[in-house]
């Protein structure tokens, strides 16, 4: 059974920082191109930021490039983002998502709520 579980959500302040974690199982995540999405209210879902099987390339939205960081850990099989300097912006539901040739896999998502 596949399963992405997304942890390290919550409420932050503007400028503050916040670590999301995915911790997956039920397929072979090492050779999985693994991605952050965020979806705000009223707003389609946008890719955030892209990290390649083995973590040789990554790629990154505009509008959260310098301030986040994507990594993954292929002993855990567990992917990260890393959100520093958060604006009221970045509110939204994070997930997961997994890719493989044919295949993909989503996680059912985190709250980020970036307010004073």
């Known amino acids: 059974q596949v399963q992405l579980v997304e942890s390290g959500g919550g409420l932050v302040q503007p400028g503050g920082s916040l670590r999301l974690s995915c911790a997956t199982s039920?397929?072979?995540?090492?050779?999985?191109?693994m991605s952050w999405y965020r979806q705000a209210p009223g707003k389609e879902r946008e890719l955030v930021a892209r990290i390649s099987s083995f973590g040789a390339s990554t790629n990154y939205a505009e509008s959260v490039k310098g301030r986040f960081t994507i990594s993954r850990d292929n002993v855990k099989n567990t992917v990260y983002l890393q959100m520093n300097s958060l604006k009221p912006e970045d509110t939204a539901v994070y997930f997961c998502h997994g890719a493989r040739p044919a295949r993909e896999y989503w996680g059912q998502g985190t709250q980020v709520t970036v307010s004073s």
């Open positions: 039920g397929f072979a995540f090492s050779l999985a191109a």
